[in-house]
């Protein structure tokens, strides 16, 4: 079975345009930039998270066992070890989420809740071609391995050429570095902000200062002619600690460590106040 369009009309519109994880607020699509990710609530194929081999096929791509989630929370929900979202819980989060979401959609949102569909099947699913002898045949590649069915008696060998997957998200950036990531890339976006204004007391030139902590970060992460957006997700905690260290450097900084007072808001507390909007 597949997701259906009518599916995530529905999610989409109950959504509200926000991830649905409740300390999160994450802001799914952004004109036609597609944040969203179509998380299933118990996984779709035996082995995944929270598989449950009571449910159909059908029912599995229900919107029923579904929810949308920002990159980070998805990444956060399917890896978790400790059991924190549990089948249980992610019900109830999608059923506190939905509650007052809208029934219609207008001509802009039914078109980027058709993006969401199309983004996930571009991820999901690739193309790929078979040739044999004799007989019919068919295959499909996915993250997790091909599928090849076959009709009548086939003689002969199998030929399977996939495309390479997609390095780069529809942002351009790698799919694994934290431009592809709206919390990752939105929290570094803050703390250099924060970086401009608390300089822009030195009486230095907003443009210039904004370049300078550029460069600091290129040299820091050596990344020649690349941006902070291409910096490995996985170096996102090492990224983060040295903004703090260049804003504890900063005038506004020192007065900061001398008082023993907050030098910015830390990535939770970023993340659950609206990407920083009640600081």
């Not at 998380?39 to 929270?50: D, V």
Request: proline fraction near 4%.
């Amino acid at each position: 079975m597949a997701i259906k369009e009518t599916t995530i009309k529905r999610l989409f519109a109950k959504c509200k345009n926000q991830c649905a994880i409740p300390e999160c607020h994450a802001t799914l699509v952004v004109g036609e930039m597609i944040i969203a990710e179509i998380c299933h609530i118990r996984a779709r194929r035996k082995g995944g998270p929270r598989y449950d081999p009571a449910l159909t096929a059908e029912q599995r791509d229900q919107s029923a066992n579904l929810i949308l989630l920002c990159p980070t929370c998805h990444k956060l929900v399917d890896k978790d070890k400790t059991g924190a979202f549990s089948v249980e819980y992610l019900l109830q989060t999608k059923a506190d989420h939905e509650k007052g979401g809208a029934f219609e959609l207008s001509p802009l949102e039914e078109r980027q809740a058709l993006a969401i569909l199309s983004d996930y099947r571009a991820k999901r699913k690739k193309v790929v071609t078979s040739s044999i002898d004799s007989g019919i045949s068919s295959a499909s590649a996915g993250r997790n391995g091909i599928a090849i069915s076959f009709v009548g008696n086939n003689v002969g060998g199998i030929k399977i050429h996939a495309p390479r997957s997609s390095k780069s998200t529809g942002l351009g950036y790698p799919s694994n570095s934290i431009g592809a990531d709206a919390n990752f890339s939105g929290y570094t976006d803050y703390l250099c902000d924060l970086y401009v204004q608390y300089m822009l007391l030195t009486g230095e030139d907003e443009q210039k200062l904004r370049a300078k902590i550029g460069t600091s970060i290129k040299r820091e992460f050596r990344l020649s002619k690349r941006t902070r957006y291409h910096i490995p997700a996985e170096k996102f905690p090492s990224l983060v600690a040295f903004l703090h260290r260049k804003l504890s450097g900063t005038p506004v900084g020192r007065k900061h460590v001398r008082k023993g007072t907050k030098l910015c808001s830390s990535f939770e507390e970023w993340r659950t106040t609206k990407r920083g909007e009640k600081r």
